[in-house]
């Protein structure tokens, strides 16, 4: 089915191991951005990436490193996972602005989300 | 820069009943696009009504609509004849139209956690 998956859902690491979290999409959408959740913050942008081999940092880059390339694929990686890390971490893609006619009002389309514990 | 505002962190209503869950934001910009996402237990995160900033009339969605005021940089979400199945936390999150060039990612509020009594 189409769609965008991320995996693993749940994850444990300790503190300085290097985590990688993966995100699939099968629209060939364009966009593709990562969130982290955490209380009283809501949704804030890690990174997102406009086209393969095309990223950008967003409100919290610090610790995280992504890459695409390949337009289905966005990988976050921390290098040296801290516990200020902890959270769940969201995967989205969104099509193209004006493709179809809708203007840049395509939503985002979001994984389920991994909860990550960084002990 | 953009921010987005829910200063409702949390929300109560009765089964079958009206609320209405309040979202600013402050922008300089004329061109957006302002949304409101459902994120029930399970954590997905569910696109519940779409606001174009041009567009005078306010969105509808079957039980959802929206009031967009756009002088005063207001974007509440009222839900009609609340279900069980509306409980969840609601994000509302801003878009910067094309123009500005911010690859179409999302600011979002804080968040309010909507509880529905039966």
């Known amino acids: 089915d189409a769609g965008i998956t991320q995996s693993p859902r749940y994850k444990i690491t300790e503190t300085g191991r290097q985590v990688t979290l993966m995100c699939h999409q099968t629209w060939s959408h364009s966009y593709m951005f990562w969130y982290r959740q955490d209380l009283g913050h809501g949704l804030r942008l890690i990174y997102y990436?406009?086209?393969?081999?095309?990223?950008d940092k967003g409100e919290v880059p610090d610790g995280y490193v992504v890459s695409r390339s390949k337009t289905e694929n966005f990988p976050l990686t921390l290098e040296s996972a801290t516990r200020s890390q902890t959270s769940v971490y969201f995967c989205?893609?969104?099509?193209?602005?004006?493709?179809?006619?809708?203007?840049?009002?395509?939503?985002?389309?979001f994984g389920d989300g991994t909860r990550l514990s960084i002990l | 820069a953009q921010t987005v505002t829910q200063s409702q962190p949390e929300m109560s209503v009765q089964e079958a009943e009206t609320v209405t869950l309040s979202c600013t934001y402050d922008t300089s910009e004329s061109d957006y696009y302002l949304f409101w996402y459902k994120q029930p237990p399970s954590r997905q995160m569910i696109l519940v009504i779409r606001?174009?900033?041009?567009?005078?009339q306010n969105a509808t969605e079957n039980r959802f609509s929206v009031n967009f005021q756009k002088a005063a940089k207001s974007f509440s979400l009222k839900i009609s004849d609340s279900q069980l199945g509306d409980a969840a936390m609601y994000f509302c999150?801003?878009?910067?139209?094309?123009?500005?060039?911010?690859?179409?990612?999302?600011?979002f509020g804080q968040g309010t956690e909507l509880s529905v009594k039966p």
């Open positions: 999150a801003y878009r910067s139209g094309p123009f500005y060039n911010q690859g179409g990612k999302l600011i």
């Open positions: 990436s406009a086209a393969a081999d095309i990223t």
């Open positions: 606001q174009e900033a041009y567009k005078q």
């Open positions: 989205a893609s969104s099509d193209s602005a004006w493709k179809g006619g809708q203007g840049f009002n395509q939503p985002q389309h």
